[in-house]
């Protein structure tokens, strides 16, 4: 069974860097594309990016500015990097999977880094 | 910035059959790509429901089905039952932002 799991720093002051890791156990990296979408508290869903196995990226326009997404397929992980934080950025960050390109769907989520930004 | 408009919330009393609108337009549902559905249990996250338009995974019970027409998609829940209380999203590709986009996201509460 695939299984993701997200590692994050909790806290962060503003203008500092956020930086996650997904981790993926019971299956390859490969072959797939990897997600990253953030939910702040009490809010809606919000795709950040995706990663392809291959390194090749794609991000949300309103993000792309502050956003550096990366791949380890020898540790098979995924992480998020993201410049510049405000309280607005404090959310949960998942990483979730999908098989294709366009209009893919996600199959399986991590159970989400909750990352905090005050001063 | 949700582009996909759902409303906040719906009811219904055990038994009874919910919908759940998903509302975008020609970028995104119009232009024919894919809806998917996503349940979302408080305090957990969220986990696939239907999956190209109407399709369910292994474990997801029939009385959740799903359709898609024109710029517009919609859930229904069949038969209502208390643990299907959660926050369900839609979520599709949108050519414009050339990336996905959720729905705004709909509380469904079992009264």
């Known amino acids: 069974q695939v299984q993701l799991q997200e590692s994050g720093p909790g806290l962060l002051k503003p203008s500092e860097t956020l930086s996650v890791t997904c981790t993926v156990s019971g299956g390859s990296i490969s072959g797939y594309y990897w997600s990253w979408i953030r939910q702040p508290p009490g809010k809606g869903l919000e795709w950040i990016g995706y990663?392809?196995?291959?390194?090749?990226?794609n991000y949300n326009p309103s993000l792309k500015s502050r956003v550096t997404l990366s791949v380890d397929t020898s540790k098979n992980q995924a992480s998020l990097k993201l410049y510049s934080v405000t309280s607005a950025d404090t959310a949960f960050y998942y990483c979730a999977r999908s098989g294709i390109a366009v209009a893919g769907f996600f199959d399986y989520w991590g159970q989400g880094s909750l990352v905090t930004v005050s001063s | 910035q949700s582009v996909l408009t759902q409303p906040p919330s719906v009811s219904g009393a055990p038994g009874q059959r919910v919908t759940i609108s998903c509302t975008g337009s020609s970028s995104n549902i119009g232009t024919g790509y894919d809806v998917h559905w996503y349940q979302q249990i408080p305090g957990t996250a969220p986990k696939v429901l239907i999956y190209v338009n109407n399709n369910r995974p292994s474990g997801v019970p029939d009385r959740f089905s799903a359709s898609k027409s024109g710029t517009s998609a919609s859930l229904a829940i069949t038969g209502l039952q208390a643990e299907d209380e959660a926050d369900y999203y839609c979520q599709s590709y949108d050519s414009r932002l050339s990336g996905y986009v959720f729905g705004t996201g709909t509380k469904v509460t079992v009264l």
């Open positions: 990663i392809y196995y291959s390194g090749s990226t």
